[in-house]
């Protein structure tokens, strides 16, 4: 090997031992700063159940701060004016300055029972779906002497704190009911007059040859004679031809 080989191959090996200890260099700082980082990392602490002021004091201890969410959500289980809810949970590791969101609770609904007698039972329901407050048992009852889905009763009575009430609705007056009689064997026009003038609804839907059997005789009903029928049904006949 020559001289000038010689420093040549000096010279490249304080290269390779140059990027060598840069690299180690540049590894030893990434882990530094990231140690760094997470030795100043804190954990976001449990802050549900707390006041304002002591959910306050906790963070302001870990170098965190409090964002407080103006609008309130009822909970039956957290008081009113303490944290309800948290973002993020807690346990999640957190840097100092980072603000921390939380929910406060607007203690168990209060709403008062309002005055039901008199509307219909879906005013009555709309109006109980808007206060939050759930429809208890449903009895029902038939009267002329109130107007038909109507509220006659609540329980508990208006401006009471409660979270259902039980109705009492009027579903009116029963229809009169009739026996349907069986009109085989009768003509049909004369028949239909008849059940019209009850209120009914007749057709004649067909007719069909019978031997022996006069032209426009009901040869078939619908429904059969000893039906319960009201008014306003509808009967079908046939004739025959």
């Not at 260099?25 to 707390?50: K, S, Y």
């Not at 509307?119 to 939050?132: C, W, Y």
Request: aromatic content about 4%; glycine content about 10%; proline content about 7%.
């Amino acid at each position: 090997m020559t001289h000038l080989e010689g420093r040549v191959w000096s010279a490249g090996k304080l290269l390779v031992l140059a990027g060598a200890l840069v690299a180690t260099f540049f590894l030893f700082a990434g882990i530094g700063m990231r140690t760094a980082l997470r030795a100043r990392e804190v954990q976001v602490p449990e802050l549900v159940g707390r006041s304002v002021n002591d959910a306050s004091l906790a963070l302001t201890d870990l170098g965190l701060t409090l964002k407080v969410d103006e609008n309130r959500r009822v909970n039956a289980t957290v008081p009113e004016g303490h944290v309800m809810q948290q973002d993020p949970p807690a346990g999640v590791p957190a840097r100092p300055q980072r603000s921390i969101r939380v929910w406060l609770s607007a203690g168990a609904r209060t709403t008062r029972v309002p005055e039901l007698v008199g509307q219909t039972e879906r005013t009555a329901r709309l109006r109980l779906d808007q206060e939050a407050i759930e429809v208890g048992p449903v009895a029902e009852f038939r009267s002329p002497d109130y107007p038909a889905d109507a509220v006659v009763a609540q329980n508990p009575s208006p401006d009471t704190v409660a979270p259902r009430v039980s109705l009492l609705l009027n579903r009116g007056e029963q229809a009169a009911t009739y026996v349907m009689p069986d009109v085989i064997g009768m003509d049909g026009e004369r028949a239909a007059e008849a059940l019209r003038s009850r209120g009914f609804r007749v057709s004649i839907t067909g007719s069909q040859p019978y031997p022996g059997v006069p032209a426009g005789t009901v040869v078939r009903q619908q429904p059969a004679g000893g039906f319960r029928v009201a008014e306003g049904d509808a009967i079908a006949i046939e004739v025959s031809r």
